[in-house]
């Protein structure tokens, strides 16, 4: 039997930013353990894991001191990872572009305009690009 996939592990110098930007624009949760501090004390995490909800990791985040973001669609600095996430419809679509936008997604490439594929290349906080499209 072929080794199964755990999980997507993203590296970054902002493990609990990254973390949540990933939560809250797949409806994520954290791995019991890994969730925010609630005392007010510091959060030093260096390794954090989501899950969806049925428990299924999704995503691991680990602590970097530096990363050189993509340039893509220039190639100086290749897109090295992506992930690729489809809606249901060009109205979601659009929804959903904007709420990662508001959740601090930089906008890559637009290719809305292609009947046969319309889609979204967007980069997360710390730079790693992410695909929206119709499925």
Same mark, same amino acid.
């Given at each position: 039997?072929?080794?199964?996939?755990?999980?997507?592990?993203?590296?970054?110098?902002?493990?609990?930013?990254?973390?949540?930007?990933?939560?809250?624009?797949?409806?994520?949760?954290? #791995?019991?353990?890994? /969730?925010?501090?609630? $005392?007010?004390?510091?959060?030093?995490?260096?390794? *954090?894991? !989501?899950?969806? @909800? =049925?428990?299924?990791?999704?995503?691991?985040?680990?602590?970097?001191?530096?990363?050189?973001?993509?340039?893509?669609?220039?190639?100086?600095?290749?897109?090295?990872?992506?992930?690729?996430?489809?809606?249901?419809? #060009?109205?979601?679509? /659009?929804?959903?572009? $904007?709420?990662?936008?508001?959740?601090?997604?930089? *906008?890559? !490439?637009?290719? @809305? =305009?292609?009947?046969?594929?319309?889609?979204?290349?967007?980069?997360?906080?710390?730079?790693?690009?992410?695909?929206?499209?119709?499925?």
């Amino acid at each position: 039997m072929p080794p199964r996939i755990l999980h997507t592990v993203l590296d970054t110098p902002d493990v609990r930013g990254l973390a949540e930007f990933y939560r809250e624009l797949f409806g994520l949760v954290y #791995r019991p353990g890994d /969730e925010p501090p609630t $005392d007010g004390g510091a959060d030093d995490a260096d390794w *954090l894991v !989501l899950r969806d @909800t =049925d428990g299924a990791n999704r995503f691991a985040f680990q602590l970097v001191p530096g990363l050189t973001p993509t340039t893509w669609p220039s190639h100086e600095v290749p897109m090295q990872l992506h992930v690729d996430a489809t809606v249901a419809d #060009r109205s979601e679509l /659009e929804r959903e572009k $904007d709420r990662a936008l508001a959740l601090g997604a930089q *906008l890559r !490439l637009d290719r @809305t =305009d292609d009947e046969e594929e319309p889609l979204y290349v967007l980069a997360d906080p710390a730079g790693h690009p992410f695909c929206l499209f119709v499925a």
